[in-house]
């Protein structure tokens, strides 16, 4: 799965880039080239980033699924933010 998005549903990313409910992550077409030219499956979407598992409700899993996440992981969105900040890049799956 390669993340082009992710909905900020953690405290990190708040602090690196303005308010947004989703940071684009800018280097998911590069992974995914990566990925087609060596014949490595993958899917690209919207990923749902959250502090903690518990946080996986069913009403946010619904409603995270209904915008068109496909994923939800615990980094990405602050990662990226950070990044974006510093100037650094990000490459993510």
Same mark, same amino acid.
């Given at each position: 799965m390669i993340p082009a998005e992710a909905y900020r549903d953690?405290? *990190?990313?708040?602090?690196?880039?303005?308010?947004?409910?989703?940071?684009?992550?800018?280097n998911a077409d590069i992974v995914a080239n990566f990925m087609r030219?060596?014949?490595?499956?993958?899917?690209k979407g919207k990923a749902?980033? *959250?502090?903690s598992f518990y946080r996986e409700t069913i009403n946010n899993f619904n409603k995270h699924k209904a915008d068109g996440c496909i994923s939800v992981e615990m980094e990405c969105a602050a990662l990226q933010a950070m990044c974006d900040f510093r100037g650094l890049n990000f490459y993510t799956f």
């Open positions: 953690e405290g *990190t990313s708040y602090h690196y880039a303005p308010a947004a409910d989703y940071i684009t992550i800018k030219e060596n014949g490595i499956p993958f899917v749902w980033t *959250t502090d």
